[in-house]
T-cell receptor, first 112, second 114 residues
């Protein structure tokens, strides 16, 4: 069954603005990952956050995790046209470590 | 150097045909996967192999049969193709197969069944 659900489904912003998207999940997890997918390409891993972590940074990316609310957010600061892509969260199933479940993603369009 | 490569990139075929998609990874990873992405971009796991052993087999019609001849290869064979099989199929690999391992994806095979 689907684990992560991203919100919003689509987001359009101006270059230089920040983009925030959220992911909610249903059952307990050990790890949550964020991926980017450019049009016509495979998914690319961005960042992994463990269940005992609350925040992680990687360049212009900031990920938060709130296990009490079963939610995570991905913030892209100072967006660029090259950030135009779909963004997915993926969660493991807690005890079922082998299965990484994805949502349907947030499509981000950065306008020049 | 392509880390995870899958062929073909596009596959157009008629209903009832049998087709195969091949996947190879040169990352030395132990675990490989097949995911299906539908027209709404929802990505669903189909199969996973760890060191040639099947460890995840989701609710997938038995017309779909994965084969892993060695840990660097995971192929997907589909019998009696149906219209609903049209989707993008992604192969992926990871070092250990746990949720703590990032997945490395191929660029997908777009299957169109007419």
């Amino acid at each position: 069954s689907q684990q992560g659900e991203e919100d919003p489904q689509a987001l359009s912003i101006q270059e230089g603005e920040n983009a925030t998207m959220n992911c909610s999940y249903k059952t307990s997890i050990n790890n949550l990952q964020w991926y980017r997918q450019n049009s016509g390409r495979g998914l690319v891993h961005l960042i992994l956050i463990r269940s005992n972590e609350r925040e992680k940074h990687s360049g212009r990316l900031r990920v938060t995790l709130d296990t009490s609310k079963k939610s995570s957010s991905l913030l892209i600061t100072a967006s660029r046209a090259a950030d135009t892509a779909s963004y997915f969260c993926a969660t493991d199933g807690g005890s079922n470590d082998y299965k990484l479940s994805f949502g349907a993603g947030t499509t981000v369009t950065v306008r020049a | 150097d392509t880390a995870v490569s899958q062929t073909p990139k596009y596959l157009v075929t008629q209903m009832g045909n049998d087709k195969s998609i091949k996947c190879e990874q040169n990352l030395g990873h132990d675990t490989m996967y097949w995911y299906k992405q539908d027209s709404k971009k929802f990505l669903k796991i189909m199969f996973s192999y760890n060191n040639k052993e099947l460890i995840i087999n989701e609710t997938v019609p038995n017309r779909f049969s994965p084969k892993s001849p060695d840990k660097a290869h995971l192929n997907l064979h589909i019998n009696s193709l149906e219209l609903g099989d049209s989707a993008v199929y992604f192969c992926a690999s990871s070092p250990s197969g746990t949720g703590a391992s990032p997945l490395h994806f191929g660029n997908g095979t777009r299957l169109t069944v007419t």
